[in-house]
């Protein structure tokens, strides 16, 4: 089972017990955290998928910690210019735990879009050589391509 959630701006793919970095959030460490922008779960081959989110579905996760990242540096330089600039940066996360993905669906059907999706390897196998031999079909139907003329050629002056 997982879910895809937007937590902070950005979508993450989670699992319950995965752990993941996110931009900084304004929880203590320890807490508890619900996300509630659930965009897609996935159960057992059973896909809901929301539009744009899942109502009464929702994310639970505990924050581990509040980090920071690694030390990016930025560096900018116009040559034969004497233009240098050096800069760092480092990036503060909250290191999470996804703890459980509760997908409660609504009474409301035209809200929530369900998907079955079934992996079927033949038929598709089939539907690409269908689509080849289509294209050579084409190729063969095709217009010849206008001859082209050869270029004059340039005459040389000589200085005298």
Partial sequence: MYAIVEIAGQQFKVEEGKKIFVHRLDVEEGKKIEFDQVLLIEDEGKITIGEPTIKDAFVEG????????DKVIVFKKKRKKGYRIKNGHRQNFTHIEIVSI?????????????????????????KKTE??????????????????KPAAKKTAKKKE
Avoid: I, Q, Y
């Avoid at 059907?109 to 079927?120: G, I, Q, R, S, Y």
């Fill in 62 to 69: 505990k924050v581990l910690d509040n980090v920071r990242g």
């Fill in 102 to 126: 509760n997908g409660k669906s609504s009474g409301k059907k035209a809200a929530v879009k369900k998907e079955v999706v079934e992996v079927a390897a033949e038929p598709v196998a089939e």
């Fill in 131 to 148: 689509a080849k031999k289509t294209t050579k079909k084409a190729e063969g139907e095709a217009k010849p391509a206008a001859e082209k």
